[in-house]
T-cell receptor, first 114, second 109 residues
Framework: NAGVTQTPKFQVLKTGQSMTLQCAQDMNHNSMYWYRQDPGMGLRLIYYSASEGTTDKGEVPNGYNVSRLNKREFSLRLESAAPSQTSVYFC?????????????FGDGTRLSIL | EDQVTQSPEALRLQEGESSSLNCSYTVSGLRGLFWYRQDPGKGPEFLFTLYSAGEEKEKERLKATLTKKESFLHITAPKPEDSATYLCAVTPSDYKLSFGAGTTVTVRA
């Protein structure tokens, strides 16, 4: 049972390059999320998708775009990467918002921008 | 603005030495408090959800409790495999989690 799968696991970019981070879940969850994790700051929500066909901004959306491709897949795009976007990115999914279900996380994409 | 503060930042324990981690929060309308465990190089793994003051949940050597302003994660007689970063998060709405920075626990044999 794979759960939440993120690709790639590691990536190094140059400033100004673009990139799409992929996420897929096989738990038939309605809601999906993208977070970034930086040392000493905890996880911060970038964007979320409450259900297929909808997306909303989180706490730190600037510099990112998302696409909910279908119920299983939710991608995060950096159009013009900046060094401040160096971070570990986590995708998560949940059912029924968070009222009854916890969020399940992938193992992250470690992104360095030079 | 929602705030979650975890203390201490790091905790070093001897195997068998019980201790507690603290998570204090301010949130407008708490809909749930979550505890996660995170191992190095991995994503957070769900442990507990608490919904109302006075609620307690247990899993193996871990016990989580909740008051109106804070939550505690008690680790009883820890083993080296309990070494991890423990994250606390609150949810003020259906789709947003606000995380604390975590407490890194190291248990020495």
């Amino acid at each position: 049972n794979a759960g939440v799968t993120q690709t790639p696991k590691f990536q190094v970019l140059k400033t100004g390059q673009s990139m799409t981070l992929q996420c897929a879940q096989d738990m038939n969850h309605n809601s999906m999320y993208w977070y970034r994790q930086d040392p000493g700051m905890g996880l911060r929500l970038i964007y979320y998708s409450a259900s297929e066909g909808t997306t909303d901004k989180g706490e730190v959306p600037n510099g990112y775009n998302v696409s909910r491709l279908n119920k299983r897949e939710f991608s995060l795009r950096l159009e013009s990467a900046a060094p401040s976007q160096t971070s570990v990115y986590f995708c998560a999914s949940s059912d029924m918002g968070q009222r009854k279900r916890a969020q399940h996380f992938g193992d992250g994409t470690r992104l360095s921008i030079l | 603005e929602d705030q979650v503060t975890q203390s201490p930042e790091a905790l070093r324990l001897q195997e068998g030495e019980s201790s507690s981690l603290n998570c204090s929060y301010t949130v407008s309308g708490l809909r749930g408090l979550f505890w996660y465990r995170q191992d190095p190089g991995k994503g957070p793994e769900f442990l507990f959800t608490l919904y109302s003051a006075g609620e307690e949940k247990e899993k193996e050597r871990l016990k989580a409790t909740l008051t109106k302003k804070e939550s505690f994660l008690h680790i009883t007689a820890p083993k080296p495999e309990d070494s991890a970063t423990y994250l606390c998060a609150v949810t003020p709405s259906d789709y947003k989690l606000s995380f604390g920075a975590g407490t890194t626990v190291t248990v020495r044999a």
